[in-house]
């Protein structure tokens, strides 16, 4: 078997949680902790999680491909702010989930306190422009107005959801990452992305444990940030040097 079968032979040991009770969890504002690690990894992890968890399940699949596509200004605005690490800064996108073919364009706001809000109103397909109900959406929700916001990179991944048998907490496992700007595509085959939200950080969730045990470190990072990095060659990234050395040792690793 290849790494895709041993990660989806472990997913079918989980019981499975449905969409409707997922939800109930949604925690639009909360704490992020993010992990980053080789998918060779990913069996024996989702092995050790097992007990502790349920996965999404929506008709046969446990795994589902998500498109998110991701506005800024001519400038990179919202980018710029992140690299000069501004606190209070926003993420401006649209997000397909192919599987159940429903869409949302979305705001996530990071607080300066660390916080992650995400407000969000649906939609029927991905818009390469902002308009309608989308205009009052950003200009009600950010400080910025909607006419200078442009597409400027599409991301594809595959996304795993765990919810928690005992607490208020999902935790979500991106693998299969591919980005493109419109002109250039890049992408990270061998990375997982892994995230665990919660309302208020709790360490003595099992994830912290088994990750420690296995040697796996938090890491923040953006997938919209990296993927501009990756795509353009001359926007600055001197501040995410670090970050992508990191993810270059771990994708290079085996």
């Given amino acids: ?3 895709i079968d041993d990660i989806q032979h472990e997913l079918e040991q989980y019981n499975t949680v449905s969409l409707d ?3 109930q969890i949604e925690l639009l504002n909360r704490k992020d902790t993010k992990f980053i690690f080789h998918i060779n990894k990913l069996p024996g992890l989702l092995n050790e999680l097992q007990p502790y968890y349920d996965v999404l399940r929506i008709d046969d699949y446990r795994m ?3 498109e998110s596509m991701y506005f800024d200004t001519k400038e990179y605005k919202l980018y710029h702010e992140h690299h000069k690490g501004k606190l209070n800064r926003y ?5 397909r989930y192919i599987e159940t073919d429903t869409c949302f364009f979305e705001i996530k706001f990071k607080s300066n306190t660390g916080r992650t809000i995400k407000k969000r109103i649906q939609d029927l397909f991905i818009n390469t422009t902002i308009e309608g109900q989308g205009i009052e959406f950003i200009e009600q929700n950010t400080p910025y107005l909607a006419k200078n916001f442009e597409p400027k990179l599409l991301v594809f991944y595959k996304r795993i959801t765990l ?3 005992e607490r208020q907490e999902r935790f979500t496992i991106d693998i299969g990452l591919d980005f493109f700007n419109f002109e250039q595509q890049a992408g990270w ?3 997982v992305i892994a995230e665990v939200k919660q309302d208020r950080i709790a360490l003595a969730s099992p994830v912290f444990r088994v990750f420690k045990d296995n040697k796996i470190r938090k890491m923040r990072m953006s997938k919209y940030c990296v993927g501009i990095v990756e795509t ?4 600055k990234y001197n501040r995410f040097k670090p970050k992508l050395l990191t993810i270059n040792k771990i994708v290079n690793a085996n």
């Fill in 1 to 3: 078997m290849n790494v």
């Fill in 21 to 23: 009770d997922l939800l």
């Fill in 64 to 66: 589902f491909n998500y």
């Fill in 91 to 95: 993420k401006v996108r649209y997000r």
């Fill in 163 to 165: 919810a928690s048998i």
């Fill in 189 to 191: 085959q061998e990375l």
């Fill in 232 to 235: 353009d060659t001359k926007v």
